[in-house]
């Protein structure tokens, strides 16, 4: 495994994916069918290349262990397209303040899912 794999969170074929399906028109529904894809893409490279998570120190009991993997959020996916020149940066600043808005309207976790209830992985 290469150095450093274990925190990274964007894989160049995912950085494809992005690039291929991103439409600034995209609604909150295709956005948010976009990031669970970027998701489960990202766990299958995980799985594929045996990568492990970083080892960290729990700030509450102290125990040293494995950390949990991150997944990949609606504005993590927003962020990201601006961050690779997919987006201009005025447009993801617009869409990730629509999407708070929006998160926050309708009741939705940061993975698109119902607040409250436990998003599939």
């Known amino acids: 495994m290469p150095s450093g794999d274990a ?36 766990q299958q490279i995980r799985k594929d290349r045996n990568i492990i998570p970083p080892m960290c120190t729990c700030s509450k009991c ?7 993997f991150g ?25 990730s303040k629509s999407w708070k808005k929006y998160r926050k309207k309708s009741g939705l976790d940061i993975y698109g899912g119902k607040q409250g209830k436990t998003t599939a992985r």
């Open 7 to 42: 925190q990274r969170q964007w894989f160049p074929e995912m950085i494809e994916i992005l690039r291929q399906q991103w439409k600034p028109e995209l609604s909150w529904d295709e956005l948010t069918r976009l990031t669970a894809h970027l998701d489960a893409t990202l």
């Open 62 to 68: 102290g125990v040293y262990g494995l950390a949990s």
């Open 71 to 95: 997944r990949i959020s609606i504005n993590g996916t927003i962020l990201a397209a601006g961050r690779f020149g997919i987006a201009s940066q005025s447009d993801v600043k617009e869409l």
